[in-house]
């Protein structure tokens, strides 16, 4: 994936040292983050390879490129739409995000009514150069699909052209607006979609800290604000002292969708991982995911008969139903292999994940202790408060488990912020050992 905000800076060295019969140019471009300029303009200037001449400049070269690509239109189309360039490019945002091979544009582009316009078939030959300029077969806007007017192959319609009912209930916040998406959401392909439906959607890939995740974006979302809690999961102290341990370590991801978490926590050398997911598109991304990074997942779907028992070979055993079955899943899978003791439970369900914090005290291993990592929207002065509430409840689900361990928390991670005053917490609660003869 790349990101490109507005305001990327230009730094332009000079005086490479030139080897013989080597032609350089008289400059470089070096495109930084904005946030990087003031290091990289400091140690270019300490090594004199600042051209100051040319010196620093915005880098906006997308937004070059959509005016181009206006600029080929046909005068009469944009006038018979009264539209014009200039009112097309005055809000225009040169950020953008390549999920390869989609480019998804940021909603505030265009107006509702611009969208559905700009998705109409007459507009196809400009994505399409716009799709080839910046190496991508794919184009959506990061905004509800229009509810009138939208007439392009790509966004979902109805037999009589307009968008169809299922299209309007579509999960997904993106509007398809060049290439094929794959089969409109609908009931059918919500639910229970086939194979071929699975292979006629558009797959797009993101890769973070060296870990592949795909997903299908008209079935499911992507939050790449999430990177902060997956870097972490990966450098955890305590997930590399659990994985270090005679015994090893399981960790489970009650809410896995495609595997933020769950792969951060195989890639930190967790040897099983075990997953509940209940969106059959969030588990054939989880599935798909494993393979591109090396690893063996298997699918464990109650509703096909004869379903198959957990399997040793796995890295990833996906639990394709509610985690409300969880413990019943946990105890099949114990007895149908020497699993390693569960010592990380992942809750990751927003605004709150307290719904499986009972199933998860149940699930951490009673003789070693563990942790749950419980997600929560929190209001950015209540953090301390919630804190407490948080303890409190998962210590009753420890007494009432039979457990006698101490229950604290060892750490409050700020993921991102949620909404204006709201803010992804993420509390890591340790559950230590404890002396019970109930625990197992
Ligand atoms: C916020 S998303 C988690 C994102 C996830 N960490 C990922 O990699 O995509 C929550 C996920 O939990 C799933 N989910 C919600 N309720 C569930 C339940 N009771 N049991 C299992 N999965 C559930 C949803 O389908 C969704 O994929």
Redesign the pocket.
Known sequence: MQTHMDKSIRLVPMDHTVEEKETWPEYVELIVPQRHVKRVKTALEEHKLLNRKKGIGRSRPFVKIVKESFNTLPPDLLDSLDLSVRALIEHFSSSYTIYQPMLLLPRNNFTPCQTSTLSSPGFQPFWARIAARMGVTHIAINAPIPLQGATSDAVPTGVDGTPSENTLRSPINLTPIYGFFGPPPSPQTLESPTAADFDAALWVTHTQNGIHQTWAPLY?MFSRG?IREKTRVLRLPSVIASVAEPAGCTSV??????????FPYRKAGVSKVLC????PW?IRGLQKGAKMNGWRSQVIDRGQAPSEAPSESADLIVFA????FALEDLAETKRAMDLPPVRHVNC???PSSN??WKTAVYMIDGQLGGWIHAHENVGVSDIEERKVQVVTEITGHVKARGLRGEVRCEHVEKVKTYAPGVIHVVFDIWISATSSLAAS
């Open positions: 499911t999430n991801d009650l809410y896995a969708g495609i595997g933020y978490f769950v509940w997911e209940m969106n969030s139903r509610s985690n409300e990751g369900f927003l719904l499986s």
